[in-house]
Nanobody, 121 residues
Framework: QVQLVESGGGLVQAGGSLRLSCAASGRTFSFHAVGWFRQAPGKEREIVAAISWSGGSTYYADSVKGRFTISRDNAKNTAYLQMNSLKPEDTAVYYC??????????????WGQGTQVTVSS
């Protein structure tokens, strides 16, 4: 099992940037893919981006492609989500998750508690 803690959320104006971090504990972090998901009020949890255990494969939802970048540093047991050109529709609670490389929330085993991102217009 991997314990995950997100940080870096906050309030930002449209067009601004935030960098989310996902700190993991457990020696097996480097063997897991990491996914970033988000959930807005009244909506289902959706994938934002995913990265394989080595960092060699990445996936982005169409809505964030070209604006968000997922990365990881296995030596630091940390994954990141750099979010640029933020839009009000990016407002949500953002979660990181660890598990097999996939694009559905059900494929991930371990989850953080989430961090709120609010983008004002």
């Amino acid at each position: 099992q991997v314990q995950l803690v997100e940080s870096g959320g906050g309030l930002v104006q449209a067009g601004g940037s935030l960098r989310l971090s996902c700190a993991a504990s457990g020696r097996t972090f480097s063997f897991h893919a990491v996914g970033w998901f988000r959930q807005a009020p009244g909506k289902e949890r959706e994938i934002v981006a995913a990265i394989s255990w080595s960092g060699g494969s990445t996936y982005y939802a169409d809505s964030v492609k070209g604006r968000f970048t997922i990365s990881r540093d296995n030596a630091k047991n940390t994954a990141y989500l750099q979010m640029n050109s933020l839009k009000p529709e990016d407002t949500a609670v953002y979660y990181c998750a660890a598990g097999p490389y996939g694009f559905a929330a059900s494929e991930y085993d371990d989850w953080g508690q989430g961090t709120q991102v609010t983008v004002s217009s």
